[in-house]
């Protein structure tokens, strides 16, 4: 008979200002805190008609823009001053600097200033040029350039937080909008690395990215990051770099949109099509697979990262958590910057021998090419204690189909020694398969509660247990907060050992800290590592890997073994314990073809021929905290 486990789960906002003289102390406070959090790409690039103050015309915000998705517009002026909000240091200085600007009508006269002021680096109001616009092309954007000179540039390429820029437009008498946009700099060789900047506007249900084959972020459908431009120049090193992300979708509609800018300069701009993206439900799994090639000349160069194990097997390699799909020894090309080396050292054979330890390094890559030895470092020790407490129901009135619900004549009647068996087993899964499957990162500690001998388990429907009504009237909310788990270990056998009528063949995990677990399930004997167990458990980590991790579980979950290229007995492991420990360890292979419809032929062991991998293993690493 087929048994089945299933997973269940039940302001104000601060405008800037400009600062003016009278202003109270706290005001000052709050503008000069707006100030510095304000975003250097976004201000150059007028996208908020808040990071200008505009002194001699009436300013608005425009949708006709040359970069961006925001001009600044000007209108009922002839001479007009535009100063920016205080900026900390920005990236690509060089010897030119322009700004956009679209004229509604060719200027008989009139000219254009810009001004640079950074007072901590000795730089006052300095004047850039004047430029005449006289002649200009109306109605569409015209760069307007500036020369920087070396002492500015200078000044430029420091670390400060008080940089301004002032814009002066000097024409005739408009009552019609001149729009100004994207102040940058051009040309010549960079003083300063290359600022790469990233904004992902939507990301239903996962945007993972990653740079030359190494994973770098995952947005979530809820991402805070999401409509920022973030700095990702981290991910890259000089030469050309292959941007890629994959877009993942658990049910539903999918869309993703994403833009790339390298100082200042849009690179990338990827929406998703209206083939894919148009609010019509498309399949699970990875919908989406787009790569970019970048040319960042202006980096850091990549340097060769060489990770060895002193050990009979490979090891598996990670970095920053993430399965690279890479056995020692194995070369990893990174730009600078600091990262965690892991490397997983296991044996396996089955059905209960296994080894597994892990160990780290952090490794800061910076001019020279950088060895590791990670069997010089110590394996961790436990990362993550789930405490699992079993309690006992004495007692379970069953659904009788006949009568269509529970039947308090079908009682079934749990004995000490279906306990003894589920606690023998629960410890020997710990000890023979979870400890070794995590590389020894997380452990249970496993006890028995005093048995509810006067509240029953009722089954109100074939397999409908009513779990919501047990626990209402034996409350366990107190044993929430001392046990991560709590098993309801209930009885299908009746008090003289034969099952009840219409026994259930169901194990559940809901709530992300409970397990529903009748004696149809603990039938292998005292001490026998448990499969049953082990999924249930590792159900209520994947709900924690989704819903605060915000992480991707693939297609169809713990229930997506087939779809994997996994099947019972695979390996000559028991039950799915060769898919159980890849997915412990988060080395299961998430291609762009697999479907939840479709079972992938039998997959081995990994590789590094995957778009994706996927599993707990962050859970195991840093915390299971429901």
Same mark, same amino acid.
């Given at each position: 008979?087929?048994?089945?486990?299933?997973?269940?789960?039940?302001?104000?906002?601060?405008?800037?200002?400009?600062?003016?003289?009278?202003?109270?102390?706290?005001?000052?406070?709050?503008?000069?805190?707006?100030?510095?959090?304000?975003?250097?790409?976004?201000?150059?690039?007028?996208?908020?008609?808040?990071?200008?103050?505009?002194?001699?015309?009436?300013?608005?915000?425009?949708?006709?823009?040359?970069?961006?998705?925001?001009?600044?517009?000007?209108?009922?002026?002839?001479?007009?001053?535009?100063?920016?909000?205080?900026?900390?240091?920005?990236?690509?200085? !060089?010897? /030119?600097?322009?700004?956009?600007?679209?004229?509604? @009508? $060719?200027? +008989?006269?009139?000219?254009?200033?810009?001004? %640079? &002021?950074?007072?901590?680096?000795?730089?006052?109001?300095?004047?850039?040029?004047?430029?005449?616009?006289?002649?200009?092309?109306?109605?569409?954007?015209?760069?307007?350039?500036?020369?920087?000179?070396?002492?500015?540039?200078?000044?430029?390429?420091?670390?400060?937080?008080?940089?301004?820029?002032?814009?002066?437009?000097?024409?005739?008498?408009?009552?019609?909008?001149?729009?100004?946009?994207?102040?940058?700099?051009?040309?010549? !060789?960079? /003083?300063?690395?290359?600022?790469?900047?990233?904004? @992902? $506007?939507? +990301?239903?249900?996962?945007?993972?990215?990653? %740079? &030359?084959?190494?994973?770098?972020?995952?947005?979530?459908?809820?991402?805070?990051?999401?409509?920022?431009?973030?700095?990702?120049?981290?991910?890259?090193?000089?030469?050309?770099?292959?941007?890629?992300?994959?877009?993942?979708?658990?049910?539903?509609?999918?869309?993703?949109?994403?833009?790339?800018?390298?100082?200042?300069?849009?690179?990338?701009?990827?929406?998703?099509?209206?083939?894919?993206?148009?609010?019509?439900?498309?399949? !699970?799994?990875?919908?989406?697979?787009?790569?970019?090639?970048?040319?960042?000349?202006?980096?850091?160069?990549?340097?060769?990262?060489?990770?060895?194990?002193?050990?009979?097997?490979?090891?598996?390699?990670?970095?920053?958590?993430?399965?690279?799909?890479?056995?020692?020894?194995?070369?990893?090309?990174?730009?600078?910057?600091?990262?965690?080396?892991?490397?997983?050292?296991?044996?396996?054979?089955?059905?209960?021998?296994?080894?597994?330890?892990?160990?780290?390094?952090?490794?800061?890559?910076?001019?020279?090419?950088?060895?590791?030895?990670?069997?010089?470092?110590?394996?961790?020790?436990?990362?993550?204690?789930?405490?699992?407490?079993?309690?006992?129901?004495?007692?379970?009135?069953?659904?009788?189909?006949?009568?269509?619900?529970?039947?308090?004549?079908?009682?079934?009647?749990?004995?000490?020694?279906?306990?003894?068996?589920?606690?023998?087993?629960?410890?020997?899964?710990?000890?023979?398969?979870?400890?070794?499957?995590?590389?020894?990162?997380?452990?249970?500690?496993?006890?028995?509660?005093?048995?509810?001998?006067?509240?029953?388990?009722?089954?109100?429907?074939?397999?409908?247990?009513?779990?919501?009504?047990?626990?209402?009237?034996?409350?366990?909310?107190?044993?929430?907060?001392?046990?991560?788990?709590?098993?309801?270990?209930?009885?299908?056998?009746?008090?003289?050992?034969?099952?009840?009528?219409?026994?259930?063949?169901?194990?559940?995990?809901?709530?992300?800290?409970?397990?529903?677990?009748?004696?149809?399930?603990?039938?292998?004997?005292?001490?026998?590592?448990?499969?049953?167990?082990?999924?249930?458990?590792?159900?209520?980590?994947?709900?924690?890997?989704?819903?605060?991790?915000?992480?991707?579980?693939?297609?169809?979950?713990?229930?997506?073994?087939?779809?994997?290229?996994?099947?019972?007995?695979?390996?000559?492991?028991?039950?799915?314990?060769?898919?159980?420990?890849?997915?412990?360890?988060?080395?299961?292979?998430?291609?762009?073809?697999?479907?939840?419809?479709?079972?992938?032929?039998?997959?081995?062991?990994?590789?590094?021929?995957?778009?994706?991998?996927?599993?707990?293993?962050?859970?195991?690493?840093?915390?299971?905290?429901?």
């Amino acid at each position: 008979m087929r048994r089945y486990h299933f997973m269940i789960t039940t302001s104000c906002a601060l405008a800037l200002a400009a600062c003016v003289q009278g202003i109270d102390t706290d005001e000052q406070i709050i503008d000069e805190t707006e100030q510095a959090l304000v975003d250097p790409a976004s201000v150059l690039g007028f996208e908020s008609t808040a990071d200008w103050t505009v002194a001699g015309a009436v300013k608005s915000a425009s949708s006709d823009h040359s970069q961006g998705s925001s001009a600044l517009a000007l209108r009922n002026f002839n001479f007009v001053e535009l100063t920016s909000a205080a900026l900390s240091t920005v990236s690509g200085v !060089t010897s /030119t600097i322009a700004f956009d600007l679209k004229a509604p @009508v $060719s200027p +008989a006269f009139g000219n254009a200033q810009l001004f %640079v &002021n950074i007072p901590s680096r000795g730089v006052h109001s300095v004047m850039l040029g004047q430029v005449s616009l006289a002649g200009l092309p109306a109605g569409t954007y015209s760069p307007i350039s500036f020369n920087v000179p070396a002492s500015v540039a200078s000044a430029l390429s420091q670390t400060y937080s008080d940089l301004t820029f002032k814009i002066v437009l000097n024409v005739p008498h408009t009552t019609v909008d001149y729009l100004v946009d994207n102040l940058h700099f051009v040309g010549g !060789t960079p /003083t300063g690395p290359s600022k790469v900047e990233l904004r @992902v $506007s939507s +990301a239903d249900d996962r945007l993972v990215f990653s %740079v &030359n084959g190494l994973q770098r972020r995952v947005f979530d459908i809820n991402d805070p990051d999401l409509g920022q431009r973030i700095d990702v120049s981290d991910w890259f090193g000089s030469g050309i770099s292959d941007l890629r992300f994959l877009t993942l979708n658990t049910g539903g509609p999918t869309s993703y949109g994403v833009e790339v800018w390298v100082d200042n300069q849009l690179v990338v701009n990827a929406p998703c099509p209206a083939t894919l993206c148009n609010g019509q439900d498309v399949r !699970t799994g990875i919908v989406a697979d787009r790569t970019f090639s970048l040319n960042i000349p202006n980096r850091p160069a990549v340097q060769s990262v060489t990770v060895t194990a002193n050990s009979a097997q490979p090891g598996k390699v990670y970095v920053n958590d993430v399965f690279t799909g890479r056995t020692t020894p194995t070369t990893l090309p990174l730009p600078p910057g600091n990262y965690t080396i892991g490397v997983g050292l296991g044996t396996e054979s089955p059905p209960y021998d296994y080894t597994g330890s892990y160990r780290e390094q952090t490794v800061t890559v910076g001019a020279s090419p950088v060895a590791v030895d990670i069997t010089a470092n110590a394996p961790l020790g436990v990362q993550e204690e789930t405490r699992i407490a079993i309690l006992p129901i004495r007692h379970s009135i069953n659904y009788v189909a006949s009568l269509g619900g529970p039947d308090p004549s079908n009682t079934g009647v749990l004995s000490d020694d279906d306990i003894t068996d589920l606690l023998t087993q629960a410890r020997a899964t710990n000890a023979r398969w979870l400890e070794p499957l995590s590389y020894g990162l997380a452990t249970w500690t496993v006890e028995v509660l005093p048995t509810v001998e006067d509240v029953p388990m009722v089954e109100q429907n074939h397999d409908g247990w009513d779990t919501s009504r047990f626990r209402s009237e034996f409350p366990t909310a107190a044993l929430e907060s001392q046990y991560d788990m709590i098993v309801l270990l209930f009885p299908q056998h009746q008090a003289n050992g034969s099952l009840v009528d219409d026994e259930s063949n169901i194990a559940w995990a809901f709530d992300e800290q409970y397990i529903g677990f009748p004696t149809t399930f603990t039938g292998d004997g005292i001490g026998v590592p448990n499969a049953s167990f082990l999924h249930e458990v590792m159900h209520n980590y994947e709900s924690h890997n989704e819903n605060v991790l915000r992480l991707y579980n693939g297609i169809n979950g713990l229930h997506g073994s087939e779809q994997h290229g996994y099947y019972g007995g695979g390996n000559g492991e028991v039950d799915f314990l060769h898919f159980y420990r890849h997915f412990l360890r988060g080395q299961v292979a998430e291609l762009g073809g697999m479907r939840s419809d479709l079972s992938w032929p039998a997959i081995g062991e990994v590789s590094e021929n995957s778009d994706l991998y996927l599993g707990v293993f962050p859970v195991l690493r840093h915390g299971f905290n429901p």
